[in-house]
Each structure stands twice: as C-alpha cells, then as structure tokens.
C-alpha cells in the first residue's frame, strides 16, 4: 500500500497534483480541507470550530484535525493507499498519525515536499484567490500570516519525516506537467 504525505506551503501546488497522483495511482485523495467543508456543509461542531480557525489564517487545533482524519481513516479499508494533502501539519499530527495507521498495520511510505520560493507563493495564492473565490486567499495580511505559520509550525514537520528517511524534496517550480513528472519518479521509485 503506498501512503504518501503531499507537503509544501500554501500556494505550492498540492491540491493541483494530488488530483494528478489519484488519477495515475489510484490513491484516496485525505485533504483536511476538504474534511473541514464536508464538515462545515454538513453543520458539524468539529466543521464550524474549524472554519473560526481558517478565516483567520490560522492552523486548526490538532485535536480537531486527528478526529477527522481518523474518522475517514476508519471508513476506508479497501483504499489502495492514501495520499494526505494538508496533513499533517505539526509534528503533533504526524506522531498521531503514525499512531493511527499503526492500528490498521499501515504507515507512510513517504513524503513529497514542493518546494516554492514565498514571492511565487504570494503570485499563486492572489491568483487563486481572484478565481477561487477563498477569502483567505485574497487578503494579503492573511496571506502572510498563513506562510509565516508555515515556516514557523508546518515546516519542521519536514524533520520527522527526514529522520524516518521518508522525506523526498520535489522543485515545485515549472509547468504542472513537469512536476507531475518529478512526482512520479520518485513515486515509482517508492514500489
């Protein structure tokens, strides 16, 4: 089973490519922020909590994000694998879930960080916001507050992984195509 961590700052393509891992390798595609709107469309507790932490520009509790994930974790056995996008993003969340895939005698095979400089982060995401429509993604000071909390309690995230030597740095710079490319090298290489 392949279980990959997508990783990368706002902006870096995540979303874009595991669209593109799923189609090509058939992975369940667990992005927290697709957990946090079905949670949100659906008036949960856990889903408002959530969205009071996103309109703001800042990271979810753990305790809040581990529910979900576990949750959809626990529904899908016949997966051929996952691919997390946006998770984890503290050391916190990928201790908890090493914990959590443990139970079902998983674990992450890897993880893929794209690595995008700020400048075209701050491009990309005012970009996005003017199509997307994500208010987060419009507002300038938010955009910073977001690649701030990135550096400062996402990133070492990296670390853990590249303790585990399952860390995989991928130039998230260059056409979709091109990335992708890169992507499934080192995909490939992980059979």
Avoid: C, W
């Amino acid at each position: 089973m392949l279980n990959i961590v997508l990783f990368g700052p706002p902006g870096a393509g995540k979303g874009t490519q595991s669209e593109l891992i799923v189609k090509q390798y058939g992975l369940l595609h667990l992005s927290t922020g697709d957990l946090f709107r079905k949670h949100l469309g659906e008036g949960t507790d856990l889903g408002k909590l959530a969205q009071s932490y996103m309109d703001q520009g800042n990271l979810v509790p753990d305790a809040v994000v581990i529910k979900m994930v576990e949750d959809r974790i626990a529904t899908e056995f016949t997966a051929k694998g996952f691919i997390f996008d946006g998770f984890p993003r503290t050391v916190h969340q990928a201790l908890a879930l090493d914990q959590m895939l443990l139970k079902h005698d998983l674990s992450i095979t890897g993880m893929l960080s794209l690595e995008v400089q700020a400048s075209e982060l701050r491009i990309r995401l005012r970009e996005r916001g003017k199509t997307s429509g994500r208010k987060d993604d419009q507002d300038d000071i938010k955009i910073e507050n977001r690649i701030k909390v990135y550096n400062e309690e996402t990133k070492p995230v990296a670390d853990y992984y590249k303790h585990q030597d399952k860390y995989v740095s991928i130039k998230g710079i260059g056409s979709i195509a091109s990335i992708f490319q890169l992507i499934m090298y080192e995909l490939d290489a992980f059979k």
